[in-house]
């Protein structure tokens, strides 16, 4: 069983800036992508960020060009850092591991961002 565990959310004001980390039980190396998703209640989950095994990225357009994915694969851990946060970005923001093939994806329990206006 893989664990995900996730750090670094909060509240801050709108136009801040905030770094959620994700650390992973297994090596990030045995996923084809680890990303994350978030969520507001009443809505469905968002893919935010993905980063695959070989380096490459991708943004829901919303959070282009002010978040950024990157990996530490000393530390089997991903990060987002989140810049010129808006009171959108309020959400549960959740760290996922991809095995690839027909595996289920792991998730992590979550991480609460809020974001004042």
């Known amino acids: 069983q893989v664990q995900l565990v996730e750090s670094g959310g909060g509240f801050v004001q709108a136009g801040g800036s905030l770094r959620l980390s994700c650390t992973s039980s297994?090596?990030?190396?045995?996923?084809?992508?680890m990303g994350w998703h978030r969520q507001v209640p009443g809505k469905q989950r968002e893919l935010v960020a993905t980063?695959?095994?070989?380096?490459?990225?991708d943004y829901a357009d919303p959070v282009k060009g002010r978040f950024t994915i990157s990996r530490d694969n000393r530390k089997n851990t991903i990060y987002l850092q989140m810049n010129s946060l808006k009171p959108e970005d309020t959400a549960v923001y959740y760290c996922?591991?991809?095995?690839?093939?027909?595996?289920?994806?792991?998730w992590g329990q979550g991480t609460q961002v809020t974001v004042s206006s």
């Open positions: 297994r090596v990030v190396f045995s996923f084809s992508a």
């Open positions: 996922t591991a991809d095995p690839g093939g027909s595996l289920r994806s792991y």
């Open positions: 980063i695959r095994l070989g380096g490459s990225t």
